[in-house]
C-alpha cells in the first residue's frame, strides 16, 4: 500500500508543473486528498486539499489562484497543477490522505486509522529559480 508523487523538476519562475499522485494498493476514491510541501529549514506546509467527489476543493492563501487540484478516480489519482511558480515554491511535495488545509497553511487530520494518521507518499522535488 503505498502513495507516490511525482512530476517535480526544475522550472524558471512563471512557469508550470503538474504533480501527480497515484495509489497503489489503496483506493483513493472515497477519501479525501491533500497536498503539502515543505522546504529547506521551513515546516510542513498544507497546500490543498480536495473532496473525494471532488467536487470540493480548499487552498492555502500562499498558492490560491495558482495552483489548482483535481482528481481521476477511475484512474486513482490526484493532481496539482501548479501555474506561475515562484522561487518560494522551492520544496519536496507530497500529497497524503485524510487532511483538511486550512487558507493559512495548517492541516487537520480527519481520518480514522488511529496513530498512522493517513498515508503519506514520497515526495517530488520541485525547484524554481529566478
Known amino acids: 500500500v503505498q502513495l507516490q508523487a511525482s512530476g517535480g523538476g526544475s522550472v524558471q519562475a512563471g512557469g508550470s508543473l503538474t504533480l501527480s499522485c497515484t495509489g497503489s494498493?489503496?483506493?483513493?476514491?472515497?477519501?479525501?486528498m491533500s497536498w503539502f510541501r515543505q522546504a529547506p529549514g521551513k515546516g510542513r506546509e498544507g497546500l490543498a486539499c480536495?473532496?473525494?467527489?471532488?467536487?470540493?476543493?480548499y487552498y492555502s492563501d500562499s498558492v490560491k489562484g495558482r495552483f489548482t487540484v483535481s482528481r481521476d478516480n477511475a484512474k486513482n489519482q490526484v493532481f496539482l497543477q501548479m501555474d506561475i511558480l515562484e522561487p518560494e515554491d522551492t520544496a519536496v511535495y507530497y500529497c497524503?490522505?485524510?487532511?483538511?488545509?486550512?487558507?493559512?497553511?495548517?492541516?487537520?487530520?480527519?481520518?480514522?486509522?488511529?496513530?498512522?494518521?493517513?498515508?503519506w507518499g514520497g515526495g517530488t522535488q520541485v525547484t524554481v529559480s529566478s
Open positions: 497524503a490522505t485524510d487532511y483538511l488545509v486550512s487558507e493559512d497553511g495548517t492541516y487537520l487530520y480527519i481520518g480514522d486509522d488511529g496513530a498512522r494518521k493517513g498515508r
Open positions: 494498493g489503496i483506493s483513493l476514491e472515497k477519501l479525501v
Open positions: 480536495i473532496s473525494s467527489g471532488g467536487d470540493r476543493s
